[in-house]
C-alpha cells in the first residue's frame, strides 16, 4: 500500500464517534478534492475501509461499538432534526456506503417500522420496513403508513430525492406553489 494514500486517507476521517453500543456517527472532511476521489466506504466486522480510486485502505480495525450487525445496518444522517438517507447497501461483506456526502454519517441498526396499519403478513411489509429505514419514507403520521392511499405526485417526487439525495435550500426552491410545504427542500 501506498504509504502516502494511507496518509491522505487517515487525514480525511476527522471522527468516529460511538453514540452507543448499535450506534455510531463516522465522518469524513478536509480537502474537497481528495474527497472527490472517494468512491465509498465498507464498515464491517474487520473495519472500516475507505476506497479511493480503485484501492481500499483500511481506517481502523477497532470498530466504536461492539453489538452492530452490519449485514442488518441502516445509514442515515441527522440534519435540521430531520434523518435523511444516505446512499448504502447491505450485503455479505457488510455494508459499503456510496454516497457523495460522507459528513456525519450515523450508522446504526435497522428498527422495526412503527406503522399500526402495516400489519406483519401484509405483502408489502418488508418493503415498508425497507424504504422506512433507508428514510426514504417516513409515514402520514408518526404510527401510520396509510398503504392503500394513492400516492402524490409531492410523496413520490420526496421519495426520490431523498433516494438520490437531492435537496433543495429556501433560496433555491423556484416553484412557488412549493414553498412551505413539507415536501419543499426535496
Known sequence: LDEELKTKVDSLVTSITAESQ????????????????????VVNKDGIFIT???????????????????????????????FLPVNHYVGGEGLRITSGNLEQIIVTSKVNEPFTDVKEDAWHHQYVEEIFNYGFTQGTTATTYSPN??????????????????????????????????????
Open 149 to 186: 392511499n394513492a400516492i402524490t405526485r409531492a410523496e413520490f417526487a420526496a421519495m426520490i430525492a431523498r433516494a438520490f439525495e437531492l435537496t433543495a435550500k429556501d433560496d433555491q426552491v423556484t416553484f412557488e406553489d412549493v414553498k412551505g410545504k413539507w415536501y419543499q427542500d426535496e
Open 52 to 82: 479511493v480510486g480503485d484501492e481500499q485502505v483500511k481506517v481502523t480495525d477497532k470498530l466504536p461499538t461492539t453489538d452492530l450487525d452490519f449485514t442488518n445496518a441502516r445509514v442515515l444522517r441527522l440534519v435540521d432534526n430531520k
Open 22 to 41: 448499535k450506534e455510531f456517527t463516522l465522518s469524513l472532511g478536509g480537502d474537497q478534492e481528495d474527497l472527490q476521489h472517494v468512491t465509498d466506504v
